[in-house]
């Protein structure tokens, strides 16, 4: 009978430790699985907020609705959602290195955002960035240098008018196109080298172009002579 209980006691101790070392064990799955967690999910956030979002390429100006959206690295998994702030047009997209997207409502200051989403719909970070839509051409430049009655040498000709502020002006004088950017007060003056010019009649035109890409929807064009210095 002594025999037996001592038997018995044994048997139970053993199956105490076992139990004991099972439940170890398990601790030990759990406290590494919450140092991995802890560990991924920082990593998980620098990845998605390591680069910025770009509306083409980092652009100002666009003169087109329809823009491309460049992302930073974000989970495979990840989807996204594409809002523009003062507008109602909401896309979704899987994720993508670059995604569509077209502008709404009248010219101005856009600004669109992405939220970046994981598979079950938690928000991992959302990103913004602004464009400046504008489709208005800017109007033809006007031109008070050369005057048409005159004669000019390669030195001595220039050609100067005013245009919107912050617009480009061009000019195709014969074969060579000059460009130059209009002051604040609108002026501009471009002045070919004379190297480039000799003593005959030259066909002219001129047009501006704005930031965003506008081109003026007429040019100005005219006829200057040239005569020997």
């Not at 390429?57 to 992302?71: E, H, I, Q």
């Not at 928000?123 to 051409?137: A, S």
Request: net charge negative; charged share 20%; hydrophobic share 40%.
């Amino acid at each position: 009978m002594g025999g037996k209980k001592k038997q018995s006691g044994w048997h139970s101790l053993a199956w105490q430790r076992k139990a004991g070392l099972f439940l170890l064990l398990v601790f030990f799955v759990l406290v590494i699985g919450a140092l991995l967690w802890v560990m991924f999910l920082p990593q998980l956030s620098a990845t998605v907020s390591s680069g910025v979002l770009q509306i083409n390429n980092g652009a100002f100006y666009t003169a087109d609705r329809d823009v491309s959206l460049s992302l930073p690295r974000v989970p495979d998994a990840a989807q996204l959602v594409v809002k523009q702030v003062d507008g109602d047009a909401v896309d979704q997209w899987a994720y993508a290195r670059r995604v569509p997207f077209r502008l709404q409502g009248e010219p101005g200051l856009k600004q669109v955002t992405v939220a970046v989403m994981d598979a079950e719909g938690q928000v991992l970070t959302t990103m913004f960035d602004e464009i400046i839509f504008d489709d208005e051409p800017p109007v033809v430049p006007t031109l008070k240098q050369p005057v048409a009655e005159r004669s000019y040498t390669p030195m001595s000709v220039r050609f100067v008018g005013t245009s919107e502020p912050g617009t480009m002006v061009y000019l195709e004088l014969g074969d060579t196109v000059y460009h130059t950017q209009t002051a604040q007060n609108g002026s501009w003056v471009i002045q070919p080298p004379k190297d480039d010019l000799s003593a005959r009649k030259y066909d002219f035109c001129t047009w501006a172009a704005d930031q965003a890409g506008n081109r003026s929807a007429e040019r100005r064009c005219g006829t200057v002579q040239l005569v020997a210095d």
